[in-house]
């Protein structure tokens, strides 16, 4: 291993000089160079971080602003966002992913990829971008994943660094993973990627992206893990669902990033990432199934002896931690309006942090049941 490639770090402060960890500091300086490297891309994306976005808030804030800054992954000359831009591959291809930052040590992590540990993005494991590096990798799976940085995770996920990774199976967009042999893949008519966020609008005040590491204080010690202090304190009081943000806990969020649209008989397909600090509990309207968790499809081989779709009935809650994501399948047969909301639960058991709705709208006329022509008897009045 070369001399530049690595920075030798101090675990202990006041330790002797042999203890310690080394650990990658920043990739190769050679332009273009990508370790693990395995040939030429299908897919060559762009990526800048991290770049400033205001969110705008329906309310005001304790101290009277109506935003709050995010932090956003943008493509190269297109607008930052909230959440970060949705990123959409297909099973197999094989994707190259340049970041570039000017504001600091960043990485990407391909959560539930599994690239090689190069290319992963868990700065601990390999190491932080300080200019650029291209990430390579190949999903060998379809199903609903999602990116994030991974330095110093608790503030730049809270800030925002973080989007959708939707990886298509090889019959492309339309078609989803899920049980259904001899193929295991089904087609729907409507996708809706719901992202439930929530933010605690103090930390979105801090100006120093490594705010709460320790550098040189010892991990072992309690009061390493408080003397930053509000890093152990979150109280979210923006609730927002795929950058919508809430009004209040009553009002659904009509918003077309978060409300959805249907028509009666369509195929609708739900696909649910937890993004915030807090427990997710959700409730939808209507019956529905859950067809995968977490990128991979329930039932399905080779793990299928393992798990099954799972039907949830109308009001049912569900519940999803942090990063934990689902795929839901809907059939609405008649018209109507199908209430969805979070309860965002603290996850030490101290009640509730606050409330989303919004709402699927069903259009059209109902389906009626199939006439049975071997049935002719005459029916009886009502």
């Not at 500091?25 to 299908?42: C, F, N, Q, S």
């Not at 890093?231 to 659904?252: E, K, M, Q």
Request: charged share 20%; net charge negative; hydrophobic share 35%.
């Amino acid at each position: 291993m070369t001399e530049h490639l690595i920075e030798r770090h101090h675990i202990v402060a006041g330790s002797s000089d042999d203890d310690g960890f080394q650990k990658f500091h920043d990739p190769p300086a050679e332009p273009g160079r990508t370790l693990d490297r395995v040939g030429g891309p299908d897919v060559d994306l762009r990526l800048e971080l991290a770049e400033g976005h205001d969110l705008q808030l329906p309310f005001a804030l304790p101290g009277g602003a109506r935003e709050i800054r995010m932090w956003s992954i943008k493509g190269a000359g297109e607008p930052t966002q909230y959440p970060s831009a949705l990123i959409r591959v297909r099973q197999d291809e094989l994707v190259n992913a340049r970041i570039i930052t000017s504001k600091g040590p960043h990485t990407i992590h391909w959560h539930g990829i599994e690239p090689s540990p190069m290319n992963d993005g868990v700065g601990k494991h390999s190491f932080e971008v300080r200019q650029e590096y291209t990430y390579q990798w190949t999903p060998r799976a379809a199903g609903f994943y999602f990116y994030h940085c991974h330095r110093n995770t608790p503030l730049h996920f809270e800030m925002g660094l973080f989007g959708g990774l939707i990886v298509d199976p090889p019959e492309g967009e339309g078609w989803v993973a899920a049980y259904a042999p001899p193929h295991h893949v089904v087609p729907y008519d409507v996708e809706a990627v719901w992202v439930v966020g929530a933010h605690d609008s103090r930390w979105h005040l801090l100006d120093n992206h490594a705010h709460g590491l320790m550098t040189d204080r010892d991990p072992n010690s309690p009061a390493s893990f408080t003397a930053d202090g509000i890093l152990n304190d979150w109280r979210p009081d923006v609730l927002a669902l795929s950058g919508a943000v809430a009004h209040d806990a009553a009002t659904p969020i009509a918003d077309p990033r978060a409300a959805v649209r249907a028509e009666v008989g369509q195929t609708v397909l739900l696909r649910i990432l937890n993004a915030s600090y807090a427990i997710a509990e959700c409730r939808l309207g209507a019956d529905a199934t859950i067809i995968a968790q977490d990128g991979r499809p329930y039932g399905v081989p080779p793990f299928g002896a393992y798990s099954m779709p799972v039907t949830i009935r109308k009001g049912t809650p569900f519940r999803l931690n942090t990063a934990m994501r689902h795929d839901i399948l809907l059939r609405p047969t008649e018209p109507g309006v199908i209430p969805f909301e979070v309860d965002y639960l603290d996850w030490r058991g101290y009640g509730s942090h606050g409330k989303l709705r919004t709402t699927i709208t069903v259009t059209g006329e109902p389906v009626k049941p199939p006439h049975d022509p071997d049935d002719d008897s005459p029916k009886s009045p009502s």
